[in-house]
């Protein structure tokens, strides 16, 4: 949905336009690639991994030194600090290149592509067995095909439901400050057909209280041993909102979104944006203002949910309940 490759050519849908435009950018070279990755132009945790990746296979054929190639990969890999699959893709990678050169590079993110395809698929039949006919559900920042090169994380579940004839309705949080919901999700679920509601980040708590969601599904962006997992700013205030109102809460991810060094969510880093995305609100629109120039502001990109909030985190290879992650099962899965 949001990345081409013809096995020449490189290029990513700008998702900072949607969904007004869609127009698509040349994501050849490997700076450009971290300047959409930088800039959002290109986002979502699996799709940055393996966008980085593509662009690191396809400059392994035309980087006049190795030393160029490896520059390129640690420029890339320090793109965003948080989504722990542009790490884990760049490291992947970077192995395949000590293993067997350029060549296993390029084989390396080609493998890394059909894989994201196929861990979304897993996790959509997981995660569609825990949506019952008639629910309603909610979901914040966008999970879906345009954070992935598949179907999605959390918005793949809640679409591949809406497949197998569950007749349900989605609110989608807008996700302050930089509206992924607003102009991302929704445009995906008007795409496939599915009911929804957008509804401000605010309101969560009073569709809950109502009754008119029962259960909520939002992506990951690197997720702790412990179960502790960072996502889009908001996903905690979601969490405990859901705990109050017994609403069960599912974060979604790919084994890719685990970061094996992670003890707990302590141990991962959060990224700080630019003050000016809380000042106001820029889009295709253009930029708008509406606090004072130099206010100070605190624009922390993503928090941090303790497992213990959670109901169960959906991965592709497995769902594991909170007491599942109490006992230390996903700790196990890292060793395994
Ligand atoms: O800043 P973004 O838009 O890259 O943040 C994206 C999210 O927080 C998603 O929920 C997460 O990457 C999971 S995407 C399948």
């Given at each position: 949905m949001a990345l081409r490759f013809d096995g020449a050519r490189l290029a990513i849908l700008?998702?900072?336009?949607?969904p007004d435009e869609e127009r698509w950018l040349d994501a050849n070279d490997p700076a450009r690639m971290a300047e959409h990755i930088r800039c959002l132009a290109v986002r979502g945790a699996p799709l940055i991994g393996v966008a980085a990746a593509l662009a690191l296979g396809l400059y392994a054929q035309t980087a006049v030194t190795d030393d160029q190639w490896r520059a390129a990969a640690a420029h890339l890999r320090a793109?965003?600090?948080?989504?722990v699959n542009l790490m884990n893709a760049v490291d992947r990678v970077l192995a395949a290149f000590v293993r067997g050169g350029r060549t296993e590079v390029t084989r390396e993110a080609f493998a890394l592509f059909h894989e994201d395809v196929l861990l979304c698929e897993q996790m959509a039949e997981r995660g569609a067995a825990l949506i019952d006919d008639g629910d309603g559900v909610l979901t914040h920042c966008n999970a879906g095909g345009l954070a992935t090169v598949?179907?999605?994380?959390a918005l793949g579940v809640i679409v591949r439901a809406w497949q197998q004839g569950k007749r349900i309705h989605v609110f989608a949080d807008e996700t302050r400050p930089l509206l992924q919901g607003a102009r991302l999700t929704v445009w995906e679920l008007a795409r496939a057909g599915v009911p929804h509601t957008l509804i401000t980040d605010s309101m969560a708590s009073i569709v809950m209280r109502e009754g008119r969601v029962k259960k909520v599904f939002v992506g990951a962006d690197r997720v702790a041993r412990n179960g502790d997992f960072a996502n889009k700013v908001g996903t905690y205030g979601l969490a405990v909102t859901a705990r109050f109102h017994d609403v069960r809460f599912y974060p979604v991810a790919p084994f890719?979104?685990?970061?094996?060094?992670?003890?707990?969510?302590?141990d991962i880093p959060i990224e700080e944006r630019s003050a000016d995305e809380v000042r106001g609100v820029a889009g295709s629109f253009g930029a708008v203002r509406w606090?004072?120039?130099?206010v100070g502001v605190f624009n922390p990109a993503f928090d941090v949910t303790p497992a213990s909030l959670v109901t169960a985190l959906v991965l592709d290879r497995a769902v594991l309940s909170r007491d599942d992650l109490a006992g230390g099962a996903l700790d196990r899965l890292c060793e395994g």
């Amino acid at each position: 949905m949001a990345l081409r490759f013809d096995g020449a050519r490189l290029a990513i849908l700008d998702q900072r336009l949607l969904p007004d435009e869609e127009r698509w950018l040349d994501a050849n070279d490997p700076a450009r690639m971290a300047e959409h990755i930088r800039c959002l132009a290109v986002r979502g945790a699996p799709l940055i991994g393996v966008a980085a990746a593509l662009a690191l296979g396809l400059y392994a054929q035309t980087a006049v030194t190795d030393d160029q190639w490896r520059a390129a990969a640690a420029h890339l890999r320090a793109a965003r600090p948080t989504a722990v699959n542009l790490m884990n893709a760049v490291d992947r990678v970077l192995a395949a290149f000590v293993r067997g050169g350029r060549t296993e590079v390029t084989r390396e993110a080609f493998a890394l592509f059909h894989e994201d395809v196929l861990l979304c698929e897993q996790m959509a039949e997981r995660g569609a067995a825990l949506i019952d006919d008639g629910d309603g559900v909610l979901t914040h920042c966008n999970a879906g095909g345009l954070a992935t090169v598949g179907v999605g994380t959390a918005l793949g579940v809640i679409v591949r439901a809406w497949q197998q004839g569950k007749r349900i309705h989605v609110f989608a949080d807008e996700t302050r400050p930089l509206l992924q919901g607003a102009r991302l999700t929704v445009w995906e679920l008007a795409r496939a057909g599915v009911p929804h509601t957008l509804i401000t980040d605010s309101m969560a708590s009073i569709v809950m209280r109502e009754g008119r969601v029962k259960k909520v599904f939002v992506g990951a962006d690197r997720v702790a041993r412990n179960g502790d997992f960072a996502n889009k700013v908001g996903t905690y205030g979601l969490a405990v909102t859901a705990r109050f109102h017994d609403v069960r809460f599912y974060p979604v991810a790919p084994f890719t979104t685990v970061d094996v060094a992670a003890k707990s969510g302590r141990d991962i880093p959060i990224e700080e944006r630019s003050a000016d995305e809380v000042r106001g609100v820029a889009g295709s629109f253009g930029a708008v203002r509406w606090s004072p120039r130099a206010v100070g502001v605190f624009n922390p990109a993503f928090d941090v949910t303790p497992a213990s909030l959670v109901t169960a985190l959906v991965l592709d290879r497995a769902v594991l309940s909170r007491d599942d992650l109490a006992g230390g099962a996903l700790d196990r899965l890292c060793e395994g």
